[in-house]
């Protein structure tokens, strides 16, 4: 779940691969975590919100999307929940303090990509062969990592 905490949350899925059903999964994590699977990832999605808001030149809805949220209202309600404070009220209170804002584009690139036209993979990143015409010719691959290659 920390690895792929954009991604829908597929309880039957991650309770068969650790060998536990689905509700012994629930409770074993809740002993251990003192939360549900649910809430724990809620809870990683809007620390990741966090430093988008913080770093990114992004709507608060694109990060919304970008952070595996698939309602706004959803989001802005975990959001407060969580920090005290509405996305748009974080954003103004810690944005801007040091270095100026990525680039919303940039950002959206290194978490993952602009689908292709009608073409994307299973993460929905661009295949490397359609990417920017700057990656073809060097060669280089720019993995979804946060490194520059």
Known sequence: MDRDWAEPLDL???????????YHFVRAFKAVYGQTPGRYLSRRR????????????????????????????????????QTGCTPGEYRARYAGRG????????????????????????TGAIPASEGP???????SQ????????
């Open 12 to 22: 039957d899925v991650v309770a068969a691969h650790a060998g536990y059903s689905r």
């Open 46 to 81: 809007v620390e990741r919100a966090e430093d988008l808001l913080r770093t990114a030149n992004l709507s608060v809805t694109e990060i919304c999307a970008l952070v595996g949220f698939t309602s706004l209202g959803t989001f802005t309600s975990r959001f407060k929940q």
């Open 99 to 122: 270095a100026a804002l990525i680039p919303g584009c940039y950002a959206m690139l290194w978490a993952g990509g602009f689908p292709a036209r009608g073409t994307t993979d299973t």
């Open 133 to 139: 015409q700057e990656s073809r010719d060097s060669g």
């Open 142 to 149: 720019h993995r979804n990592s946060g490194e520059a290659g």
